[in-house]
């Protein structure tokens, strides 16, 4: 063999082995995608199922604004739509609706010592709450994933590969600026 044959031989099996790394890469960039997505549905499945009981605490107080619980059953109706869907943007605006039931729920409470007051109603707002940082942390954590997957996919020269095997952009978590503005909790109380 000569040393011609040898290097393309050699340049060859580099060209592959480059291949082989650069495409596992993106598999695993798009499966920790997958698995971000999967510990935010997790969370919400979490909350989904814990709203149920705090509503229930609320409905049971006569006082307690019908409208408000509404829109918190409507908003984890499509929460849990959105989540089933995989769609994105849909969740954020779910989100949105749901957070600002809640806050409206927490507010509601303040009014009502009594509500307030109550042990169920305590440890459901508590493990909301707790759920709520969850969900803030898991979604970082998604948009982490996906900055990462749609940075490497675009860069030379791994979006070879990527055009290759089909890898496309994926969409980020987003809220709009009045989604992520603070609870005005004296609008609330004056509603």
């Given at each position: 063999?000569?040393?011609?044959?040898?290097?393309?031989?050699?340049?060859?099996?580099?060209?592959?082995?480059?291949?082989v790394v650069v495409y596992n890469g993106l598999v695993q960039l798009k499966h920790n995608i997958a698995k971000a997505w999967a510990n935010i549905d997790v969370l919400l499945k979490q909350r989904h199922d814990e709203?149920?009981?705090?509503?229930?605490?609320?409905?049971?107080?006569?006082?307690?604004?019908?409208?408000?619980?509404?829109?918190?059953?409507?908003?984890?109706?499509?929460?849990?739509?959105?989540?089933?869907?995989?769609?994105?943007?849909?969740?954020?605006?779910?989100?949105?609706?749901?957070?600002?039931?809640?806050?409206?729920?927490?507010?509601?409470?303040?009014?009502?010592?009594?509500?307030?007051?109550?042990?169920?109603?305590?440890?459901?707002?508590?493990?909301?709450?707790?759920?709520?940082?969850?969900?803030?942390?898991?979604?970082?954590?998604?948009?982490?994933?996906?900055?990462?997957?749609?940075?490497?996919?675009?860069?030379?020269?791994?979006?070879?590969?990527?055009?290759?095997?089909?890898?496309?952009?994926?969409?980020?978590?987003?809220?709009?600026?009045?989604?992520?503005?603070?609870?005005?909790?004296?609008?609330?109380?004056?509603?």
């Open positions: 063999m000569s040393i011609g044959n040898a290097v393309f031989l050699a340049l060859i099996v580099l060209a592959l082995v480059w291949s709203l149920p009981k705090l509503v229930e605490v609320c409905r049971q107080y006569k006082q307690f604004e019908q409208e408000t619980l509404a829109r918190v059953t409507e908003a984890r109706a499509r929460v849990a739509r959105a989540r089933e869907a995989h769609d994105v943007p849909a969740l954020g605006a779910a989100e949105n609706l749901l957070r600002a039931g809640l806050g409206q729920i927490f507010a509601v409470a303040e009014a009502y010592p009594e509500l307030k007051a109550n042990e169920h109603f305590m440890q459901l707002q508590t493990r909301i709450t707790a759920l709520e940082n969850g969900i803030a942390d898991r979604r970082e954590w998604y948009n982490e994933s996906v900055n990462v997957h749609n940075v490497r996919i675009e860069q030379f020269p791994d979006l070879i590969i990527a055009r290759l095997f089909n890898y496309v952009a994926q969409p980020l978590l987003q809220f709009s600026t009045a989604e992520k503005a603070d609870v005005d909790l004296k609008a609330l109380f004056n509603a």
